[in-house]
């Protein structure tokens, strides 16, 4: 059974930083691509960050390239996201996935979600 649990949200003034970390278990985390997504109040889940499964290759949406770093620690069935000067419109719940497909630098979510972690970036 497939389970992910993401850590590492809380309360940050704008400018600031936060790691994000999601665990995951129930089958072999370093054969599946991974990726961020997240929810703000009244809006749709969007997508935020992707890697490949190795870690060679890194996808971001506009609005956190070069402020945003995901990464992954497959000895530790972890994928990580850095997030360096923060904005208020960065609030909301940040969810991992894993699984999803990868073509054309576009990451297609699957299924597999954790119960997301709350980031709160005050202004």
């Known amino acids: 059974q497939v389970q992910l649990v993401e850590s590492g949200g809380g309360l940050v003034q704008a400018g600031g930083s936060l790691r994000l970390s999601c665990v995951a278990s129930?089958?072999?985390?370093?054969?599946?691509?991974m990726g961020w997504f997240r929810q703000a109040p009244g809006k749709e889940r969007e997508f935020v960050a992707a890697?490949?499964?190795?870690?060679?290759?890194?996808y971001y949406a506009y609005s956190v390239k070069g402020r945003f770093t995901i990464s992954r620690g497959n000895a530790k069935d972890t994928v990580y996201l850095q997030m360096n000067s923060l904005k208020h419109e960065d609030t909301a719940v940040y969810y991992c996935?894993?699984?999803?497909?990868?073509?054309?630098?576009?990451?297609?979510?699957?299924?597999?979600w954790g119960q997301g972690t709350q980031v709160t970036v005050s202004s």
């Open positions: 996935n894993e699984d999803g497909t990868l073509n054309s630098g576009t990451y297609y979510p699957s299924t597999y």
């Open positions: 890697i490949s499964w190795c870690g060679g290759s890194t």
């Open positions: 129930g089958r072999t985390f370093s054969i599946y691509h």
